[in-house]
């Protein structure tokens, strides 16, 4: 994990001594709950005391405030000019740059539908339709027989036509799709059942005017650069440089790859006199205690001899309002955190490129069959298509996630691993 001290003006250190004062005093739970587990359970932000530190830096006893989970992207990035060092940059940094690439390719762009009729609003033929879940459709074979099928997610089709038929589509008028195979596909857009969840591809005529345009003057944030070009990129900061905290940080950058990582912000407060600020992985192994306020009415452990206790309004209420203090004191100083650069140790550029192969992999898969008849579905949802590759090793700052849709970085997460069983981690693989 990460820690750096914080320095805190007179006036807040004294706020903080107060507030460390009033934690010592909270009637603590005698049991022990694993980090992971009450990450899990319990919404951030919360109060807690370290009790087995196990092989991490922390400190017995130690009390720490776990403000939040975030999610950031992290870019790898190396300067323009020699340097030895790897940064990575999140994408919450505040500055703003300018595209220094002379030919910069830019990514897809999708609008997302869940009306079939929505198809209604192109030309035919439209290419570039992607489904972004299982569809039932009808396979139309050269005998102009239908049968049954599911089109699978993902699946690329063209929109050909539409087809009004007394015999094919009983009188009624549907949609003809067709996929690489050349093989075409009924739509009925009147199916309610049937959600017909799709993407199209912008075209180029369908932008406006400025959106191509890279001179001098055209600025971009780092989220903006990350969902218009392809990377690598090189770019050059022309605001806020002046804020990260890196002897000697570039301001010409040439941006690699890039994942999500999540990380948990915690504050370090045991010693008012030494705060520290902490990013941890969901995966730290060390055990902690709570407030017993917020345990009440939770499954004990019924081998420890102990009265089962009562709600205590009083102690909530203090609770609520000691953390709502920490929140005011840190929240400036969190944001700060996460917005800055850092530069990256072997482990965390390793991950990070990982997790950015894995998902450029996924996107450029090319799938098999685009469909499976309906009485094999079954069957086939059994057998995976396609392998995807784990990572077993996530940094100690935080967990590499990709995004499912790789041309929408701000689309949900998709988690790396087999979550199919259970591993369990002895507490000395986590630091």
Known sequence: MAAFPVQLPLAQKDILDDITNEIKQFDWETGECLFSDFIEYFQLPQIIRVSQSWETNLVKNDILYLQSIHDRHLIISK???????????????????????????????????????????????????????????????????TIPVLLKQNTHLTLNRIEKSATITNGKEMFVLMDKNDQEFLLDPTDTTN?????????????????????????????????????????????????????NFPTKLRLEKFCIGKSIIAFSIGDPNHPRILELSSLTQFSLNCIKCLTTGLPRDTSVSEETP?????????????????????????????RTPFIGTKEEIDCIEQAHDVGVKLKNEDQGETFIVLNEANNANNESSSV???????????????????????SNVMDLGDDDEDHEIPPSTNT
């Open 79 to 145: 300067s323009l000019f020699p340097d030895d060092r790897t940064f990575i940059v999140p994408d919450w940094f505040q500055g703003q740059c300018r595209v220094l690439s002379a030919n910069p390719i830019y990514k897809p762009r999708w609008w997302e539908f869940t009306n079939a009729l929505e198809l209604l609003r192109f030309k035919m033929p439209r290419e570039h339709i992607r489904l972004l879940r299982d569809t039932s459709v009808l396979l139309l074979l050269p005998t102009n027989q």
């Open 195 to 247: 959600v017909f969840h799709f993407a199209t591809k912008i075209l180029d005529d369908e932008f406006d005017s400025s959106y191509h345009k890279n001179t001098a003057d055209s600025l971009f944030t780092l989220p903006e650069i990350i969902i218009r070009y392809e990377l690598p990129i090189d770019i050059e900061f022309t605001s806020s440089i002046n804020t990260v905290p890196i002897p």
């Open 310 to 338: 009562t709600f205590d309004e009083n102690a909530y209420i203090h609770y609520e309002r000691v953390r709502d203090r920490l929140i005011q004191l840190f929240e400036d100083i969190s944001l700060q955190y996460i």
């Open 388 to 410: 995807i590759p784990s990572i077993s090793k996530h940094p100690a700052r935080f967990t590499v996630h990709l995004p499912a849709d790789f041309n929408s970085p701000y």
